[in-house]
């Protein structure tokens, strides 16, 4: 086997495979004891700009599983930080920003991403690609509207309240945020592509908030921009809720489209229409059952899978900080052994 002809890439590209690939989101962190123990005492945003660190915690959870890919260590709001956007993570919460984006001085703060603003970034995934030998490496970035909802809530936020009022009320505005986004997020992707990541993942993580039709109007152009920028790699596009909008996010351009547990894989190769592979779809919560919980809910996902033109077998949404790593290890036996 090679890298090209990987499970996990050949899945993307709707190719037959040898086995179901599966990776986790947030696999890298969160539950494994050999995580935490690296991550004590170093802040979550130093630990993304330390190569040694980033190259470790990738590979911890391809060594413990023998998951078909890896995902770049990182968060989604690391190139903000490297353009100087005051802001950091806090552990428990997520990102929080000093300023909040709120008018058209905000702006100010978004200068491009430069080639060179994350050399730990190029680092880090040079040495991954030649650890990791014929295991993908997926590359990553948060989209325009989830990271635009940090910017303008100032940190999570349960119904995005601000981030539509700017949507809806100051229109000119939300463009003019979204555009600087999008050249940043296409950077991003871009320095790790050229770095040798072999596919790429956009988290719109909270865009599951917004209307079928508001979608289009004020989040699709910027997505389909992105996807348009990246076309030499395999692209994956995931959101949280977003089983109203898995018709239009199959438009925006990506060949793999992310499903939460939320709406049945066969269901979702309907909407999201045809030349698309799907990834997902465990709930996440289900890993704190018993593995008799487990297996058949997985089987079923397997099965279901079998609809779309190509299937990546994931968890609806990232790993949960409690999860036993042991149930993630059978469910990659099981997921391989079909
Ligand atoms: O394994 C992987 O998937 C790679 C690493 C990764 C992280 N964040 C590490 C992280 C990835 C892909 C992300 C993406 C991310 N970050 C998203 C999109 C994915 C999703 O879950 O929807 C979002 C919305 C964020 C923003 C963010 N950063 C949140 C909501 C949190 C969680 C806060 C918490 O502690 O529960 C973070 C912090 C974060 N990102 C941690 C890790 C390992 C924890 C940091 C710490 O413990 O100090």
Same mark, same amino acid.
């Given at each position: 086997?090679?890298?090209?002809?990987?499970?996990?890439?050949?899945?993307?590209?709707?190719?037959?495979?040898?086995?179901? @690939?599966?990776?986790?989101?947030?696999?890298?962190?969160?539950?494994?004891?050999?995580?935490?123990?690296?991550r004590?005492?170093?802040?979550?945003?130093?630990?993304?700009?330390? @190569?040694?660190?980033?190259?470790?915690?990738?590979?911890?959870?391809?060594?413990?599983?023998?998951?078909?890919?890896?995902?770049?260590?990182?968060?989604?709001?690391?190139?903000?930080?490297?353009?100087?956007?005051?802001?950091?993570?806090?552990?428990g919460?997520?990102?929080?920003?000093?300023?909040?984006?709120?008018?058209?001085?905000?702006?100010?703060?978004?200068?491009?991403?430069?080639?060179?603003?994350?050399?730990?970034?190029?680092?880090?995934?040079?040495?991954?690609?030649?650890?990791?030998?014929?295991?993908?490496?997926?590359?990553?970035?948060?989209?325009?509207?989830?990271?635009?909802?940090?910017?303008?809530?100032?940190?999570?936020?349960?119904?995005?309240?601000?981030?539509?009022?700017?949507?809806?009320?100051?229109?000119?505005?939300?463009?003019?945020?979204?555009?600087?986004?999008?050249?940043?997020?296409?950077?991003?992707?871009?320095?790790?592509?050229?770095?040798?990541?072999?596919?790429?993942?956009?988290?719109?993580?909270?865009?599951?908030?917004?209307?079928?039709?508001?979608?289009?109007?004020?989040?699709l152009?910027?997505?389909?921009?992105?996807?348009?920028?990246?076309?030499?790699?395999?692209?994956?596009?995931?959101?949280?809720?977003?089983?109203?909008?898995?018709g239009?996010?199959?438009?925006?351009?990506?060949?793999?489209?992310?499903?939460?547990?939320?709406?049945?894989?066969?269901?979702?190769?309907?909407?999201?229409?045809?030349?698309?592979?799907?990834?997902?779809?465990?709930?996440?919560?289900?890993?704190?059952?018993?593995?008799?919980?487990?297996?058949?809910?997985?089987r079923?996902i397997?099965?279901?899978?079998?609809?779309?033109e190509?299937?990546?077998?994931n968890?609806?949404?990232?790993?949960? @900080?409690?999860?036993?790593?042991?149930?993630?290890?059978?469910?990659?036996?099981?997921?391989?052994?079909?």
């Open positions: 086997m090679t890298l090209a002809d990987s499970a996990f890439l050949r899945a993307c590209r709707r190719q037959p495979v040898p086995h179901t @690939p599966v990776w986790f989101m947030r696999q890298a962190g969160r539950s494994l004891p050999e995580y935490l123990k690296l004590e005492g170093v802040p979550m945003l130093q630990a993304c700009a330390t @190569p040694d660190l980033i190259v470790e915690i990738t590979l911890q959870p391809v060594r413990r599983y023998g998951i078909d890919a890896a995902i770049f260590f990182s968060d989604i709001v690391t190139p903000l930080k490297a353009i100087g956007v005051d802001l950091d993570i806090h552990p919460i997520g990102p929080v920003v000093a300023d909040p984006i709120r008018d058209l001085k905000g702006l100010d703060a978004l200068r491009p991403l430069e080639p060179d603003d994350e050399p730990y970034v190029t680092e880090s995934i040079q040495s991954l690609v030649k650890e990791l030998g014929d295991t993908p490496l997926i590359g990553f970035a948060g989209a325009p509207f989830t990271l635009g909802s940090y910017l303008i809530e100032g940190g999570p936020s349960r119904n995005h309240d601000r981030t539509k009022a700017m949507m809806y009320g100051e229109p000119r505005l939300w463009h003019a945020l979204m555009e600087r986004l999008t050249e940043i997020v296409l950077e991003h992707l871009l320095i790790q592509i050229r770095a040798g990541a072999s596919a790429i993942q956009l988290f719109d993580s909270w865009v599951g908030a917004v209307a079928p039709d508001d979608y289009r109007e004020f989040v152009p910027y997505t389909r921009r992105i996807f348009e920028g990246v076309r030499s790699v395999p692209r994956i596009h995931f959101g949280v809720g977003t089983g109203e909008l898995l239009v996010l199959g438009e925006a351009g990506a060949d793999v489209v992310g499903v939460d547990w939320r709406v049945p894989l066969d269901e979702a190769a309907r909407r999201v229409g045809p030349g698309k592979a799907l990834q997902g779809n465990l709930d996440p919560a289900i890993l704190l059952a018993p593995w008799e919980v487990v297996e058949p809910r997985a079923d397997l099965r279901r899978g079998r609809q779309a190509g299937h990546v077998f968890l609806g949404h990232g790993v949960l @900080p409690n999860t036993d790593p042991d149930q993630l290890k059978r469910l990659t036996d099981l997921v391989h052994e079909g």
